[in-house]
């Protein structure tokens, strides 16, 4: 009851300051991400509230296509088309069975909608009427429980409504002092088996609730993991490049719609900087590719900038249309990366130390060259080539905005709890940053994070992985939940840790054993 009060309280403080508009400083102008909502849409998107027929027309939608009779007359031309050509959503509608319960979860933006009808409709379909938001719903029936997305047009017409099946949640979790000490358990036999090395901390509204460290952090020196060991973070680092981009979206600096030609005036393949925006970019849309293969390989070390990087890479042509489909791009985040330098006037790394890990307490990250010594550092150790060695001779350089870096477990808690408190962002930013605009797996990716639902609740992070380093974090907002997991082993040694502790420990807090 207690742990249900206190969400209550901070949903309410955080409706009156939004409403007050006090989240500003003064003589702060509001974000210019609000001139991308009409202003109802902005409200609703900012105080998490639906529109009040999408629940009637979400129900209305599912009986109609499980009768065999869709009304298309309700739908905007672009999704009545993708229907009546039998699209996946007709599938999971018949599936729902007999409806049991409609839930409201979540506004989340419209625009992952957008992007996958971009994708999956049939040529010829015209465009949807800008949508800002969609409404977020868990949908029980007697098939099982799904997640559902909603997003109505001024007109009231369906501009899309998009499905995905969910896991089933437990039955009974544990009591938390049982889930703990079951997470514990397994973590041990992992390490024991040298499947796991590292940290992993669950901590929920600023307050510690399972911590553990172990494994070698230096085999050679005999150096075990301790709760100060700092991990190698690989691809986690572009948390920090996207925060720092709507950082500067927010100041004015930074225009999302923009072609990245605007900030790099001076790059190589001006065709590709004149079609690529920062959306695209932080999307991966842009069909910008990857930085790894034989071209790194073979200047691995001599890669020292950013700017090294688009000497390298800058006058190759984009892998496909821009914005035609989702393509994991590293070599795009490294664009961002110098959008950042060019815009602050600063380097990324003095950037993101000033106005990330500074204002976080984030003390013990940074991202100091590989051939300079960093106190506490951890070994990276892979078995890619078989037995386990260290993976030295893999690593780049120095890390980048696209991965990299390193930090501590302790740390990485602070920078979730440093988002969810808003220190680093609005909570405008902070939704629209997380907020999913593209499908990705089972889940989407918003700007640098993943926004995914399953059985353990909705939540959003990025992981990372290569030889020798691996890491996750996840950051549930609804509940004030962040938990890290941090490892100088192969993945899926950290993903392995979290999954145990996410799926045991979660669900034992829900009960409010936790606040």
């Not at 599912?62 to 599938?91: C, K, L, N």
């Not at 001006?270 to 071209?295: M, N, Y």
Request: include cysteine; aromatic fraction near 8%; charge should be neutral.
């Amino acid at each position: 009851m207690a742990n249900k009060v206190g969400i209550m309280l901070a949903r309410c403080a955080l409706l009156m300051l939004l409403a007050s508009g006090s989240h500003l400083a003064a003589g702060q102008a509001p974000s210019p991400l609000a001139a991308r909502f009409p202003i109802e849409e902005q409200r609703r998107f900012e105080l998490q509230r639906r529109a009040p027929e999408s629940e009637a027309v979400l129900r209305d939608f599912i009986r109609q296509i499980q009768a065999g009779t869709p009304d298309y007359d309700r739908m905007a031309p672009r999704y009545a088309a993708w229907i009546r050509a039998d699209a996946p959503v007709v599938e999971r509608a018949k599936a729902v069975g007999t409806i049991q319960s409609i839930s409201f979860r979540a506004v989340a933006p419209a625009a992952l909608g957008e992007n996958y009808l971009r994708q999956a409709c049939p040529q010829g379909c015209p465009d949807p009427k800008p949508v800002s938001a969609a409404d977020v719903y868990h949908v029980t029936g007697s098939g099982g429980t799904s997640a559902w997305y909603v997003a109505l047009a001024p007109d009231g017409r369906i501009e899309f409504i998009l499905a995905r099946a969910m896991e089933v949640p437990p039955a009974a979790p544990l009591p938390l002092d049982a889930a703990i000490a079951s997470v514990r358990a397994t973590l041990e036999k992992q390490v024991a088996a040298d499947q796991f090395s590292g940290a992993l901390i669950v901590s929920r509204n600023g307050r510690e609730i399972f911590a553990f460290a172990g494994g070698i952090a230096d085999r050679e020196k005999r150096i075990p993991v301790a709760a100060d060991t700092r991990f190698r973070l690989g691809s986690m680092n572009k948390m920090f490049t996207a925060v720092a981009i709507m950082q500067l979206v927010e100041a004015g600096k930074v225009d999302l719609d923009a072609p990245f030609g605007r900030y790099l005036a001076d790059y190589p393949n001006q065709d590709l900087a004149r079609s690529v925006t920062v959306h695209h970019l932080l999307t991966h849309t842009g069909g910008t590719g990857d930085i790894f293969g034989p071209q790194f390989e073979a200047r691995r070390l001599t890669l020292r900038t950013h700017q090294d990087y688009v000497d390298l890479y800058g006058t190759r042509a984009a892998d496909g249309q821009p914005g035609a489909a989702m393509s994991y791009s590293n070599y795009g985040f490294i664009l961002l990366g110098r959008i950042i330098e060019r815009v602050s006037g600063l380097s990324y790394y003095d950037y993101v130390d000033r106005h990330i890990f500074k204002p976080a307490g984030m003390t013990w990250s940074g991202s100091v060259p590989e051939d300079q010594a960093v106190a506490g550092r951890a070994v990276a150790y892979s078995r890619i080539t078989g037995a386990l060695a260290s993976a030295a001779d893999s690593l780049p350089y120095r890390g980048t905005s696209a991965g990299g870096g390193y930090s501590t477990a302790g740390d990485m808690i602070r920078f979730g709890q440093a988002l969810l408190s808003n220190e680093l962002l609005s909570p405008l930013a902070f939704r629209y940053l997380t907020g999913g605009k593209v499908r990705m797996g089972e889940g989407f990716y918003g700007y640098g994070f993943f926004d995914f639902e399953d059985a353990t609740g909705h939540w959003t992070g990025h992981g990372g992985g290569a030889p020798g380093m691996n890491g996750d974090l996840r950051i549930y907002p609804e509940t004030g939940t962040v938990i890290v997991a941090l490892s100088n082993l192969d993945p899926p040694a950290a993903q392995n840790a979290m999954t145990a502790a996410a799926n045991q420990i979660v669900p034992a807090m829900k009960g409010g054993a936790a606040n």
